[in-house]
C-alpha cells in the first residue's frame, strides 16, 4: 500500500488544474445522445441549417425517381449503407462484424494495387476500384461479400493481469467480377465518431505543422508527419486533417467523398462515379446522370458535421482522474494525442474562431508498429502510419454506441485493449502501461473516462 501511495502521489506532481473543455463549444449532456447536440451559440438560421442537415445525414437515400422527394434519390449503383448514420450510429463510432456469418455494415474495406505516384493517392483496384461495396441497385451485382474472421490471443501484463487481444482476418466471398488479385491491398476502416469536426478543421495548418517533428529533433522518438492530400475544389495539395489516415483535406470535401464511396451519390466536387471497366451493368445505370448531390445539400450536411458539439468531459476534479492525467502525459500518450489546440479564423462559422480546445490528437501521421499496420500506402501515409484519432468523447462511447470497439478496425473492445495494441512510435508508452502497477493504470483509465 505505500509503494502505491507514493507512485500515486508522484504522479500528482506538477499538476495544477485539470484541463477542462472550453465552455463555448461543449454541451453538458451523456447518455445515447452525447454526440448529437448542436455547438452552444448558434443562431436562428443556423439552427435551421443544423437541423436540415441533420435530416440529409439520417436520410434513407432512394434508388430511383421519387414524386415525393426528388431530390433524395440517386443511390448507387454501388453501395456500402443506404444513410450515412447507418454508419456513424448516434453520430459515434460504427462497429465490426462479431460472427463469421455477420457481414461489414459499418465497416468499409479500402482496396488498390501498388504502382502509384510517390506521395499520390492510392491507385483504385482496375475491376473493384477503391473501395469494395457489397451492395448494388436492380440491375447491377454488388461486388460481393466482406466478413471478418476474428483471432485471439491473451497477454499478461506485468502484475500477472491477463488482457485478450483479437485480431480480425478479412474474407471476402462471392466476389461478382472475378478473384482480386495476389497484388490487391486492403484496409478494414471502422467509422469513426464525428464530434468536433469543425473544431479541428478551425486549426490553423501553421499550428499543426509547428506540431510535426519527421526527423525526431527532440530525440523522443515520436516523430509526427503531416499528409500532403489532393484538394479537389482548390486544384493543389493540401494538408490533410480527416480520414483515418489524415487523407482528406476538409469537411466538405470528407463528406462528398463518403457520398461517393458509400452511397453512390455524386457531387460537384465528385462528379463521376466510380464504375471501372470491367462493371458494364454499372456503367450502364449511370449513362448521362449528372450530380445527383447538389451543392446545397452537401452544404448543408458539412454544416451539420461541423457545428456537432463535444460533450464536456465528467470528474475532472477526481484526484484519481486527476493521477492517470499526469500519468497520460508522463509515460508520453500526449506527444500525439496532444491535449490542447487552439482554433483560428473560421468564416464558415463564426462561433468557432479563437477557442481553446482539448481533443487530444495532433492530426498527424504516426508509424504504429506492425500489429496495426494495413500495409496499404495514402498519400504520405505509409502502410504503418495512421492519424492521431481526437480522444475526446471517448469515456461516452459505451453509452452512445450498441458495442463499443475502437482502433480503426474495431478489433480492441476497451481502451486496455487499444493501448496494448499500440507499436512503433508509441511502443514506449505501451510499455509503460504494461509495467504499470494496478491502481496507476486504473488511475489512467479513469482519466480517459473522463474524456
Same mark, same amino acid.
Not at 246 to 253: C, F, G, K, M, W
Given at each position: 500500500m505505500m509503494r502505491r501511495a507514493v507512485l500515486l502521489a508522484a504522479a500528482l506532481l506538477g499538476i495544477s488544474a485539470p484541463l477542462r473543455a472550453d465552455e463555448a463549444v461543449t454541451v453538458p449532456i451523456q447518455g #445515447? *445522445? @452525447?454526440?448529437?447536440?448542436?455547438?452552444? +451559440?448558434?443562431?436562428? =438560421?443556423q439552427r435551421a441549417a443544423f437541423h436540415a442537415g441533420r435530416s440529409l445525414f439520417q436520410q434513407v !437515400?432512394?434508388?430511383?425517381?421519387?414524386?415525393?422527394r426528388p431530390d433524395l434519390d440517386g443511390l448507387g449503383p454501388l453501395s456500402n449503407r443506404q444513410s450515412c448514420i447507418a454508419c456513424h450510429v448516434k453520430n459515434g463510432r460504427g462497429e465490426p462484424p462479431e460472427g463469421e456469418g455477420d457481414v461489414l455494415r459499418s465497416t468499409l474495406v479500402r482496396l488498390s494495387v501498388p504502382g502509384g505516384k510517390p506521395g499520390g493517392a492510392p491507385p483504385p483496384h482496375p475491376v473493384y476500384g477503391d473501395q469494395f461495396n457489397p451492395d448494388g441497385i436492380p440491375g447491377v451485382p454488388g461486388e460481393g461479400r466482406a466478413t471478418l474472421i476474428w483471432s485471439e490471443r491473451v497477454e499478461r501484463l506485468a502484475d500477472g493481469t491477463p488482457v485478450a487481444l483479437r485480431q480480425p482476418e478479412l474474407r471476402l466471398s462471392d466476389l461478382a467480377h472475378g478473384p482480386l488479385g495476389s497484388e490487391v491491398m486492403t484496409s478494414v476502416r471502422m467509422a469513426p465518431p464525428i464530434i468536433g469536426l469543425g473544431l479541428l478543421e478551425a486549426v490553423s495548418e501553421s499550428d499543426l505543422l509547428a506540431l510535426a517533428d519527421?526527423?525526431?529533433?527532440? +530525440? *523522443?522518438?515520436? #516523430? $509526427?508527419? @503531416?499528409?500532403?492530400? !489532393?484538394? @479537389? @475544389?482548390? $486544384? &493543389?495539395?493540401?494538408? +490533410?486533417?480527416f480520414g483515418l489516415k489524415a487523407n482528406q483535406p476538409s469537411l466538405r470535401q470528407q463528406n462528398a467523398g463518403a457520398f461517393d464511396g458509400d452511397l453512390g451519390l455524386t457531387s460537384t466536387l465528385f462528379p463521376r462515379h466510380g464504375c471501372t471497366a470491367a462493371q458494364t451493368a454499372c456503367l450502364a445505370a449511370v449513362a448521362g446522370v449528372g450530380p445527383e448531390l447538389d451543392d446545397e445539400q452537401l452544404d448543408l450536411v458539412t454544416l451539420y458535421t461541423r457545428a456537432l458539439a463535444v460533450p464536456e468531459r465528467r470528474d475532472v476534479d477526481d484526484p484519481l482522474v486527476r493521477v492517470g492525467e499526469g500519468l497520460f502525459a508522463a509515460i508520453g500518450c500526449a506527444a500525439c494525442h496532444t491535449p490542447t489546440l487552439r482554433t483560428g479564423p473560421s468564416p464558415s462559422l463564426p462561433q468557432l474562431a479563437g477557442r481553446t480546445i482539448h481533443p487530444y490528437t495532433d492530426l498527424l501521421l504516426h508509424d504504429m508498429g506492425e500489429g496495426l499496420a494495413d500495409g496499404r500506402p495514402d498519400f504520405q501515409a505509409t502502410g504503418r502510419q495512421w492519424r492521431t484519432p481526437p480522444l475526446w468523447g471517448l469515456g461516452l462511447t459505451a453509452a452512445v454506441a450498441d458495442r463499443a470497439t475502437y482502433l480503426h478496425d474495431g %478489433?480492441?473492445?476497451?481502451?486496455?485493449? =487499444?493501448?496494448? !495494441?499500440? +507499436? $512503433?512510435? =508509441?511502443?514506449? &508508452? #505501451?510499455? =509503460?502501461?504494461?509495467?504499470?502497477?494496478?491502481?496507476? %493504470?486504473?488511475?489512467?483509465?479513469a482519466f480517459l473516462d473522463s474524456l
Amino acid at each position: 500500500m505505500m509503494r502505491r501511495a507514493v507512485l500515486l502521489a508522484a504522479a500528482l506532481l506538477g499538476i495544477s488544474a485539470p484541463l477542462r473543455a472550453d465552455e463555448a463549444v461543449t454541451v453538458p449532456i451523456q447518455g #445515447r *445522445d @452525447a454526440f448529437s447536440r448542436p455547438l452552444p +451559440g448558434l443562431d436562428p =438560421a443556423q439552427r435551421a441549417a443544423f437541423h436540415a442537415g441533420r435530416s440529409l445525414f439520417q436520410q434513407v !437515400w432512394t434508388v430511383g425517381p421519387s414524386e415525393v422527394r426528388p431530390d433524395l434519390d440517386g443511390l448507387g449503383p454501388l453501395s456500402n449503407r443506404q444513410s450515412c448514420i447507418a454508419c456513424h450510429v448516434k453520430n459515434g463510432r460504427g462497429e465490426p462484424p462479431e460472427g463469421e456469418g455477420d457481414v461489414l455494415r459499418s465497416t468499409l474495406v479500402r482496396l488498390s494495387v501498388p504502382g502509384g505516384k510517390p506521395g499520390g493517392a492510392p491507385p483504385p483496384h482496375p475491376v473493384y476500384g477503391d473501395q469494395f461495396n457489397p451492395d448494388g441497385i436492380p440491375g447491377v451485382p454488388g461486388e460481393g461479400r466482406a466478413t471478418l474472421i476474428w483471432s485471439e490471443r491473451v497477454e499478461r501484463l506485468a502484475d500477472g493481469t491477463p488482457v485478450a487481444l483479437r485480431q480480425p482476418e478479412l474474407r471476402l466471398s462471392d466476389l461478382a467480377h472475378g478473384p482480386l488479385g495476389s497484388e490487391v491491398m486492403t484496409s478494414v476502416r471502422m467509422a469513426p465518431p464525428i464530434i468536433g469536426l469543425g473544431l479541428l478543421e478551425a486549426v490553423s495548418e501553421s499550428d499543426l505543422l509547428a506540431l510535426a517533428d519527421p526527423d525526431d529533433r527532440d +530525440g *523522443d522518438g515520436v #516523430r $509526427g508527419r @503531416a499528409n500532403l492530400v !489532393w484538394d @479537389a @475544389a482548390r $486544384g &493543389a495539395f493540401a494538408l +490533410g486533417r480527416f480520414g483515418l489516415k489524415a487523407n482528406q483535406p476538409s469537411l466538405r470535401q470528407q463528406n462528398a467523398g463518403a457520398f461517393d464511396g458509400d452511397l453512390g451519390l455524386t457531387s460537384t466536387l465528385f462528379p463521376r462515379h466510380g464504375c471501372t471497366a470491367a462493371q458494364t451493368a454499372c456503367l450502364a445505370a449511370v449513362a448521362g446522370v449528372g450530380p445527383e448531390l447538389d451543392d446545397e445539400q452537401l452544404d448543408l450536411v458539412t454544416l451539420y458535421t461541423r457545428a456537432l458539439a463535444v460533450p464536456e468531459r465528467r470528474d475532472v476534479d477526481d484526484p484519481l482522474v486527476r493521477v492517470g492525467e499526469g500519468l497520460f502525459a508522463a509515460i508520453g500518450c500526449a506527444a500525439c494525442h496532444t491535449p490542447t489546440l487552439r482554433t483560428g479564423p473560421s468564416p464558415s462559422l463564426p462561433q468557432l474562431a479563437g477557442r481553446t480546445i482539448h481533443p487530444y490528437t495532433d492530426l498527424l501521421l504516426h508509424d504504429m508498429g506492425e500489429g496495426l499496420a494495413d500495409g496499404r500506402p495514402d498519400f504520405q501515409a505509409t502502410g504503418r502510419q495512421w492519424r492521431t484519432p481526437p480522444l475526446w468523447g471517448l469515456g461516452l462511447t459505451a453509452a452512445v454506441a450498441d458495442r463499443a470497439t475502437y482502433l480503426h478496425d474495431g %478489433r480492441a473492445r476497451s481502451p486496455l485493449e =487499444a493501448i496494448l !495494441w499500440h +507499436g $512503433g512510435e =508509441a511502443e514506449t &508508452a #505501451r510499455e =509503460a502501461v504494461r509495467r504499470m502497477p494496478s491502481l496507476n %493504470r486504473k488511475a489512467l483509465l479513469a482519466f480517459l473516462d473522463s474524456l
